[in-house]
Each structure stands twice: as C-alpha cells, then as structure tokens.
C-alpha cells in the first residue's frame, strides 16, 4: 500500500469519526452543557438587579455555584466532559465542514476552528476546577479582562491592538444579534420535526436569547475600545461587570433584567439546540 493510499485511508476514517454516533452525542451534550452555563449566569444577573450585590455572573460565577451544590464536582466533570464533546464536533466541523450545502466553504472551517478553541478553553477552565484548582474555571472574567487589557497596552501599538480587538467584539456581537432576528438558526435545525408549538418556543428563545447575548458582546466590546482610546485598563470589563454595567442608563436594573432574562432564554434554546440541531 503506497503514502497516498494510507493517507486516503486515514482521512476516510477521520471522517467516519467526526459522522459517528459517539461525536453526535458529544456534540448534543456540548449544547446542553452551554445552556445550563447561560441559564445560570442569566439568573446571577437578575440577582445583581434585584438586590444590587450577588455573585459574579459569568461563566466563572456559574462554575462556582454549580460547585456548592449536592455532587457538586460530579456536575462540573458531567459538563467539562460534555463540553469536551462540543469542542471535537467542532474541531471536525473545521476539517470535514459544517452540515448544509455551503458548509464546506473556508469561512465556515474558519469559524469552527475558532469555536473549537473557545470551547476547548472552556472545557479546560471547567475540568480544572472539578480537580480542585480553583483559579482556573471560577476566576473573574473581569480581572482575567483587565490584565490582558494591561498587558497588551503595554506592548508596542498595544492600543491599536486592544482597540481592533474590542471592535472585532463589538461586530462579533452585532452580528450574532442580527442573525438571531433574522432567524439565520433555522438551517441549522431540524425545524420539520418541530410541532407548531415547539417552534414558536424556539424562535422565541433565538431570537430573544441571541440578541440579548449578542447584546453583551457588543457592549464589552465598547467598553474593550474605551480602554484603548484612554489607555485604562480598568475601562475594559468581562462579562459581570459588563452585565452591571447595564443598570447604571436611565431604566436603571430593568434594562439588566431583559438582558438577564435573554440569557437565560439562550440556555434554552441551547438545549432545544441538543434536541434538534443537525449535526
């Protein structure tokens, strides 16, 4: 059997693995895993609206209170296993494209390998703090934000940097908003299997969850731009305080808790997504 042979052979059965069964599953529970993370940051962002103090709401804050429940840590490894899951569909979605016809263009491979290692560190962070390292998953995104904002200023063109990044957030959100109002989700499910009544939870939950995640994101992006234009640091905010930061306009807490609610709307409609999603 020749090089190209046995090349061709294991790119065959790469493929088999990333269409198997077993990558299904992962993948279906890599969705569930990110719904139960946004529902409960959604709901440590309507305790910081109604009572002003509460928990870190972001992913670490989320860990956090998973961590103190009954099983706790048998939960955190459920998810950071289940996350694992999500991070390799996706890794197979940059080698072997996405489901649909136009799944196989560069841009969508590119963007699947971004999301592989966005959910490969998010697995990470999870499963490290299961085994005991606590500065890992629970850590501030806040803090985390604010030293990389630091640490980039100072390098040579670091505002410039700091600045196309958080403008490269800002759109990122954006764009996820738009997508969610023009129900862009639907080729991605399996919309046919929905009863009329399921499907308008779905859309609900698409639409109102996204945009309201994606409200998020174009916010600290903002607050990522501000940091660079006045070279602060401290101008940068991760998800907590960009999430507080929406108590402070002119509706005060009630515009956090639209915002709050959205997110947990987008953990449901992750798990309609472990339901029905093609993959």
Known sequence: MNTRSVAEQGRGQARRAANSTAMEAGARAGF????VIYVLVGALALQIAFSGGGKQADRGGA???IAEKPFGKVLLWLLGIALVGMALWRLSEAFFGQVGPDGDKPAKRAMAAGRFLFYSSVAYSVLSFAAGDSSSGGGSSDQQSQDVTAKVLGWPGGQWLVGIGGVAVACAGIWIAVRA???KYHKHLKMAEMS???RRAVDFTGVFGGTARGTVFATAGGFAVAAAVKHEPGKSKGMDDTLRSFTETPVG???LVVIALGLVA????SWFNARYRKV
């Open 253 to 255: 807490p009630w515009l």
């Open 266 to 269: 987008f953990g449901v409609f």
């Open 196 to 198: 009329q009544k399921v």
């Open 181 to 183: 109002i023009m129900r």
């Open 32 to 35: 569930g895993a990110r719904g």
């Open 63 to 65: 860990i956090a209170e």
